[in-house]
């Protein structure tokens, strides 16, 4: 195994953890059968409960691939040139993967990057238990706003550092858009709830 290999092979375990643990919170905190969520008012379009594991296992899995492989692209900070260096250009290390985008060129932090993922499940991670646990499609609209406009930063960073980890992420971009307009047809149908 290459060094590279290697590299993406752990940043894939941790991304893949991280994801994992966020689906499990929400799987435990999902119940479709509840008589609270029986009785909501939901549109004609929402999709049957077994869909949304259908959708979301694969949904997770490029989440996690797609962090790997941004993450492991990423460079470093760069370093300031010690006085005296002359009028050389501070290098950005890479993690020498493939890199199919710009993201050596623009120089995307790796820390930042991490910040803009773990941000990002941990609003997906807490929509669940805000709508079902908490019995609150209002909290969870205000989370999965948040969540979108995370999306587009995460989105647009993942971009930078690898042109695939951007690509491999918009399906979930584009569910969780879904998902808003479902939660939001949810909201309107149900003023008590």
Known sequence: MTRNAGRFARTLLATGTAVAAGAAIGARSTDSRSPWYRKLRKPPWQPPPQAFGLVWTPLYALLAYAGARALTTASTPTR?????????????????????????????????????????????????????????????????????????????????????????????????????????????????A
């Open 80 to 192: 300031p040139a010690p006085a005296g260096a002359g009028t050389e250009t501070p290098r950005t290390e890479t993690s020498g993967a493939e890199v199919s985008g710009a993201g050596a060129d623009v120089g995307v932090g790796r820390a930042g990057l991490a910040w803009a993922f773990a941000v990002n499940l941990a609003l997906n991670t807490a929509w669940t238990p805000l709508f079902f646990a908490a019995r609150s499609p209002r909290l969870a609209m205000l989370d999965i706003l948040a969540l979108n406009a995370s999306n587009l930063v995460l989105l647009r960073r993942f971009l930078r550092a690898d042109r695939r980890a951007g690509l491999a992420l918009v399906p979930y971009v584009a569910w969780t858009a879904f998902a808003t307009a479902l939660n939001g047809a949810i909201v309107a149908r149900n003023p008590d």
